[in-house]
């Protein structure tokens, strides 16, 4: 077996596994039946736990028992969950996946500030009862199961015994004096670990007098037993006799829920059901050696029966106990057969075949392309065929990096919490959307601009308690994050119920900041988009989660890095919306070829909505004004020419290819349409990066370059100046 891969494999699945941790921990609170949700954070627990021990990561094993047992009394109903547990467990969650970290990066042990936490914590779960003690190496070993509060189990009927009390029946074996040992010796022992309510000696052994060897030992005892012991340990006081002796160890009624519980929070791995047994401590490892020998003589006699049947027949466990186990052992062999059909794939790994994959499309562009041009009816068609598998292994490639965004939105649960208990706010978190899907690169490179606008919403949106009360609002407020599709877009909201901006107040900051001057005159939306510009913060004093001025930059930087626009829409007294638009990938799309000129560009074909020829009248108009009448309806345009400076006479026919944007439509005038084309993207050097309406460039299947029209920038260029033109003829 490979460790290193297994390793790997073990970091990944903890990380998921603390995601869920974190995801049922910050719900908990508000469900209200909290069983379900304690039980998958118990699982979620035990199975970083139990893999850990495997790779001998003892920190993480050690740590995590202590948080297993505050999960375990929650549970069971002992302690009730509140807001400062929540907050405990949280904090535990997040140490944990620190030392899955730190193991990450090749360390075998805890480093010392991994110590003093781990230290910190232990303290505040021994508050309630669990842990380990603080001064054992730091708090990262576990605590003695006798310290440990015992949980109130539920009864269940079962073929054991009556009471709460152990059932040990003992037969000695008749060379146990001849063999040095004392009979009492034991049960002074089992006094030491447990107390014997009752004893009774069983002396059916004994032979008649004259028959009797005092050397040889006939008795027998059944003992009632009541102990916080496993059966394990029970089973060891009788290590030194059990060749020799028959030892049967029945659990109380209330041990059976227990062993089941154990059974249930195991860890998703394919065992056997003696193997299953003996982890949830309902069978010894003696027991079940003696079980499978007993099962491998009745074979050899020709006599099939089941292990489970023999270790209950034999006494060694009960029916209920059995049956957890096999109901366990199915559902772990259905999961794997339904994990067998996904296999986990490097990031890298995935990148590379996108690549290749943008290069056959060029490849394939330019053989059709050549095809076509020699005419050949046969070679067309085959080269037809070959697009068309070309075209669906692209979209199929493209399908492996989509990811739904509800991962990242639940990230946001645990940062509203925070940052909300820290300016002391109520703040409700709104997930809608969450099963959009869009590229994985995507997601990830999104992400920190969503969370300056989430703790922007959440410092200088939404107003403290006492104020929304005054205005006649609730006193929690509402954070929304909304994603859907829209025009070969996805669209992200970020909107809260605050007070809004105030538009005054932004504008007398600009003009304090020399980013405007006084006599300029701005509309509401440029006056509400000069938070993007560097540096500008209303923020009157500088706190650690605003008033620098670089978080709404930042913002608007790096979304346009991502090809994408950034939109607000506020209300006075309602709130404010931020709406990210971005490409669904950052590979491959389908684009609509046009030509201006000699030169070629590929308009995004999901936002084109039409095409119109550019009759003779409004060509002619052109000059005068900038839009046609688009069956009643006022379509402003730019000439590619104009915009590109391209030098030459325009052709008699030119065409407006209709495009919409953000609900917004706008038309471009080019030279010809030279129809669908694959588009395989490519950036621009960092030389190009101030040029407007360009967002990147692609192969023609010749060879040459075509440019990419940036379609949002563009859209909201023509609607500046269609402002513009109107404020100047008011």
Not at 4 to 16: F, K, M, P, V
Not at 391 to 412: K, P
Not at 554 to 563: C, F, K, M, Y
Not at 671 to 690: A, C, N, R, Y
Request: aromatic residues 4%.
């Amino acid at each position: 077996m490979n460790l290193d891969s297994a390793l790997h494999t073990y970091i990944a699945e903890s990380r998921e596994l603390l995601e869920e941790m974190e995801h049922k921990l910050l719900h908990l609170e508000h469900e209200q039946d909290k069983q379900e949700h304690l039980n998958a954070i118990f699982r979620a627990a035990h199975t970083i736990k139990g893999s850990a021990g495997l790779f001998g990561l003892d920190d993480i094993v050690h740590f995590t028992h202590g948080v297993e047992s505050l999960l375990d009394t929650l549970r069971n109903g002992s302690m009730e969950m509140n807001a400062q547990l929540t907050q405990l467990l949280l904090a535990c969650r997040d140490h944990i996946g620190d030392l899955v970290e730190h193991m990450a990066q090749g360390n075998t042990s805890a480093s010392d500030d991994h110590r003093v936490c781990g230290a910190d914590l232990t303290r505040q779960l021994q508050q309630y009862g669990v842990g380990a003690h603080a001064d054992d190496n730091n708090g990262l070993l576990p605590a003695a199961r006798a310290d440990a509060s015992q949980p109130v189990i539920e009864r269940l009927e079962a073929g054991c015994v009556e009471n709460d009390n152990w059932h040990i029946s003992l037969r000695f074996g008749p060379d146990l004096l001849r063999n040095g040992m004392d009979p009492m010796s034991f049960l002074r022992y089992l006094g030491s670990i447990g107390n014997i309510v009752s004893i009774t000696t069983l002396d059916d052994a004994i032979p008649p007098a004259d028959a009797m060897d005092p050397e040889s030992c006939y008795l027998g005892f059944e003992i009632s037993f009541s102990s916080d012991a496993n059966k394990q340990t029970i089973q060891d006081a009788f290590e030194f006799v059990r060749e020799d002796s028959h030892v049967r160890i029945l659990p109380p009624r209330s041990r059976i829920a227990d062993y089941i519980d154990l059974i249930q929070a195991l860890p998703e791995e394919d065992m056997r059901l003696g193997d299953i047994l003996v982890r949830c401590g309902s069978l010894t490892g003696t027991e079940l050696n003696e079980a499978l020998r007993i099962q491998e003589s009745l074979r050899a006699l020709e006599m099939n029966r089941p292990l489970g049947n023999i270790v209950v027949e034999g006494g060694m466990t009960s029916q209920p106990v059995l049956d957890a186990a096999i109901e366990k052992q199915s559902r772990v062999r259905e999961n794997k057969t339904r994990e067998n059909h996904s296999v986990r794939v490097d990031a890298d790994k995935l990148d590379h075949l996108i690549n290749l994959i943008g290069e056959l499309v060029i490849s394939s562009a330019g053989s059709a392309m050549r095809a076509r041009t020699s005419g050949d009816a046969a070679l067309i068609e085959s080269f037809s065929t070959l697009t068309r598998l070309v075209e669906e292994v692209r979209d199929s490639t493209l399908c492996l990096r989509m990811v739904q965004i509800g991962s990242t939105f639940n990230r946001f649960q645990r940062v509203v919490r925070d940052i909300s208990a820290e300016l002391g706010k109520e703040i409700e978190l709104v997930i809608t959307g969450a099963e959009t899907e869009l590229d994985k690169t995507v997601v990830e490179k999104i992400s920190d601009p969503l969370m300056h606008l989430v703790r922007n919403s959440i410092d200088h949106g939404i107003e403290p308690m006492d104020v929304r009360r005054a205005a006649g609002k609730p006193a929690a407020g509402i954070l929304r994050l909304n994603a859907y599709h829209d025009s070969g877009s996805i669209v992200i909201e970020v909107s809260d119920d605050g007070a809004g901006l105030d538009r005054i107040r932004i504008l007398q900051k600009a003009i304090e900041r020399g980013l405007v001057s006084a006599d300029q005159s701005l509309s509401d939306q440029e006056i509400c988009n000069l938070i993007f510009e560097p540096g500008f913060s209303t923020a009157e004093t500088v706190t650690n989660l605003s008033g620098r001025g670089v978080g709404m930059d930042v913002v608007r930087r790096n979304i346009t890095a991502l090809r994408g626009t950034v939109e607000l829409d506020t209300k006075p007294g309602q709130g404010t919306t931020f709406r990210v638009r971005m490409p669904l990938t950052l590979a491959i799309i389908d684009g609509f070829q046009v030509g201006v000129e000699k030169s070629s560009y590929v308009v995004p074909l999901d936002m084109v909505l039409e095409c119109v020829e550019l009759n003779e009248a409004d060509s002619g108009n052109a000059a005068e004004r900038d839009y046609i009448n688009l069956r009643g309806e006022v379509l402003p345009f730019i000439r590619m020419r104009d915009l590109f400076a391209v030098r030459g006479q325009p052709p008699r026919r030119e065409n407006v290819v209709v495009v919409q944007y953000g609900g917004n439509k706008a038309g471009l005038v080019v030279d010809q349409l030279l129809g669908e084309f694959q588009t395989v993207i490519k950036p621009l050097g960092k030389i190009f990066s101030h040029v407007r309406g360009i967002s990147g460039s692609t192969i023609l299947g010749n060879g040459e370059v075509a440019l990419i029209i940036d379609v949002p920038d563009l859209v909201q260029h023509v609607s500046t100046l269609e402002y513009q033109a109107a404020r100047a003829r008011a």
